[in-house]
């Protein structure tokens, strides 16, 4: 630092007035806004280097993604990189990749910064203060917190059984309430509970003035979409990620399809530079490798059926859901989260969401990985 520069910034620190820090409000459509509660495990990770830790509480893929990901950043970053450089504007190169793999036109694609990102962006430009958001629950909540910062009304639809689907009770939310937008997580989080695109269909059909929005982050895992649905319903719009399956979680990238109305209605807010251009290239690669996906995917399959045997045979209820997680109910929960800690395993304590008392979700991987978490679940029940 200069001289002339030091003195200035020296004056400027001299001059500065001795007041307390200023209280500035918040927005009114946040004051009552609960953040979401994002637990992360990398810290207890990180505290223990000499274990192999078992990551299992954010439904991430456990496995690197393809190794063709990681040659097209690396063959990206050897060359002329430009990461001084935006990226792709609205990310066109995906959506060409996305056109051919979906069958769905390019102007009824969005990419956005993870799929959380669509989801804020859907709230942003349809809802205004005290619009009604009907959301199946219980469920991924995050979503919550997009909607609530509109200033939205939420109002949770619990059916008779939390791993039950229920038709009926949502068409008959819908009818009595009229929401703006209806959140339906297919397959759900943390239940695994799924409708299919005929279910889904007469829903969209039941609610023609309300934006059905289908999250199917686990759609790879559970093998079926309501894609087919887009050209039938205007109401319809759906979120997917490259967080989950493709593993890819730390780039940070999404998409959303809709038609193209409801598409160039998001582009009103959305900032068409937000996806950085390594999560441009990263989820090309990734499409270009479906047989590294569906390995994985397999894996994924065969390791449930052994779970499933598992539990059944020590008696404990366990519940295989159709994305790439399960749900076990432990009559202590929080203890055997924590002895499950000490055991490098890291889930999600799910026992303090409403109808899912005494449930831990546990995230599904590899066969070997699975067979050593059952390992290692067993010495944490013994002890």
């Keep these: 630092m200069s001289s002339s520069v030091s003195k200035a910034a020296a004056a400027l620190s001299i001059a500065r007035p001795e007041r307390p820090a200023a209280t500035i409000p918040v927005a009114r459509t946040i004051r009552d806004v609960k953040p979401y509660q994002a637990v992360s495990s990398l810290e207890a990770i990180q505290s223990r280097p000499e274990q192999v830790p078992l990551k299992l509480d954010w439904n991430e893929s456990t496995i690197p993604p393809s190794p063709k990901v990681l040659e097209a950043i690396h063959a990206f970053l050897q060359n002329a990189h430009h990461l001084n450089w935006y990226p792709v504007l609205n990310s066109t190169n995906l959506i060409e990749k996305l056109e051919k793999f979906h069958g769905v036109p390019g102007d009824c694609l969005l990419i956005t910064n993870g799929s959380d990102d669509a989801l804020d962006t859907i709230c942003t430009t349809y809802l205004d203060p005290g619009d009604v958001v009907l959301v199946p629950s219980p469920t991924y909540t995050h979503f919550l917190v997009f909607a609530q910062t509109r200033g939205a009304e939420i109002v949770p639809i619990y059916g008779p059984d939390a791993f039950e689907s229920d038709l009926e009770g949502l068409l008959d939310a819908v009818a009595r309430h009229r929401p703006r937008l209806l ?9 695994g509970v799924i409708y299919s695109p005929d279910e889904v ?50 780039l940070r990238i999404g998409y959303a399809m809709g038609t193209p109305a409801v598409i160039q209605d998001l ?15 990263g989820a090309m690669a990734a499409l270009d490798d ?7 995917l397999r894996e994924v399959r065969e390791a449930k059926l052994l779970v499933a045997d598992w539990f059944a045979a020590r008696g404990l209820p366990c519940r295989i859901t159709p994305a790439n997680y399960f749900m076990v109910c432990f009559e202590q929960a929080p203890w055997v989260v924590k002895r ?44």
């Excluded at 959140?183 to 239940?191: M, S």
């Design 290 to 296: 479906q047989d590294y996906l569906n390995d994985y």
């Design 183 to 191: 959140y339906l997580v297919n397959p759900n989080n943390p239940t």
């Design 201 to 250: 269909a007469t829903l969209l059909a039941a609610c023609p003035e309300t934006l059905v929005i289908v999250d199917e982050a686990y759609s790879e895992f559970a093998g079926g979409s309501c894609i087919g649905l887009l050209q039938t319903y205007p109401n319809l719009v759906i979120t997917r990620t490259f967080s989950k399956a493709y593993g890819i979680a730390g």
């Design 267 to 281: 582009r009103r807010v959305f900032n068409p530079k937000s996806v950085n251009v390594l999560a441009q290239i």
């Design 340 to 383: 499950l800690q000490e055991e490098g395993v890291y889930v999600r304590d799910r026992s303090g969401m409403n109808q899912l008392a005494g449930y831990v979700r546990f995230s599904v991987g590899t066969v070997e990985q699975t067979r050593d978490l059952l390992a290692r679940i067993e010495r944490a029940l013994q002890s």
